[in-house]
């Protein structure tokens, strides 16, 4: 099994270019109100047709109305959702597109409430795109339970092979990164998306 990696908060097509060409699989384009990486509609555009079918494209969303994930959608060329707020299982099933649900932490409850659902795992207590680590082992025992999960919260390309280490034999679905590898203004360090890329693979090989 090869782990996804996703490049998350894209905010310019370049940016997008430099995923694909390190050897990202996901890239999030970022529609929450309040986040310094959110999108206006010409600009995921922009990205999401610079790099069509070479990547995943998702749009990230967090308690937004139908309304909105509508104007969205119809707009831009996606291949996944992902939901980063109080969505509930309802609102996952009624979504044409494959969904990625974050949720805070190895919350098992989650999990229950989420069935088949890939599960987005990020801080157990600050919101997604802080930066901010936590103890990734705990995701293990809903791995070893066949719970597809993609590990986030303040991975970098330092420590992605020690997130991927303390999983032990197991290996999640894929690893989310945003500030890890970002410079100035939220642009993405082309370099420390090829570190990144780089690390996760080699964790890999010492499987």
């Known amino acids: 099994m090869t782990v996804r990696i996703k490049i998350c908060g894209i905010v310019h097509p370049d940016d997008a270019a430099a995923a694909v060409d390190a050897g990202a699989d996901l890239i999030g384009l970022n529609f929450v109100p309040g986040s310094p990486r959110r999108l206006s509609l010409d600009a995921a555009e922009q990205i999401a047709s610079r790099v069509a079918g070479q990547v995943e494209r998702v749009a990230v969303f967090q308690n937004a109305s139908w309304d ?8 831009v060329d996606l291949e996944r959702i992902q939901l980063h707020g109080d969505e509930t299982e309802q609102d996952v099933e ?5 969904v990625i649900k974050a949720v805070r932490g190895a919350d098992r409850e989650a999990a229950e409430t989420y069935p088949g659902t890939l599960l987005l795992l990020d801080h157990p207590t600050r919101g997604g795109g802080q930066g901010q680590a936590w103890n990734w082992s705990d ?8 719970v597809d999960i993609i590990l986030a919260g303040g991975l970098t390309p330092d420590n992605v092979g020690q ?7 197991l290996l999640p679905w894929g ?15 082309p370099a420390r998306i090829l570190a990144f890329v ?9 499987k």
């Open 68 to 75: 909105e994930i509508e104007r969205v959608t119809r707009r």
């Open 198 to 206: 780089a690390a996760v693979r080699s964790a890999e090989k010492a």
């Open 139 to 146: 995701a293990s025992a809903l791995i070893a339970e066949g």
């Open 94 to 98: 009624m979504l044409d597109y494959p």
């Open 175 to 189: 690893v989310d990164v945003a500030t890890g590898v970002e410079g100035e203004s939220y642009r993405k360090d």
């Open 163 to 169: 997130a991927l280490e303390e999983l032990g034999d």
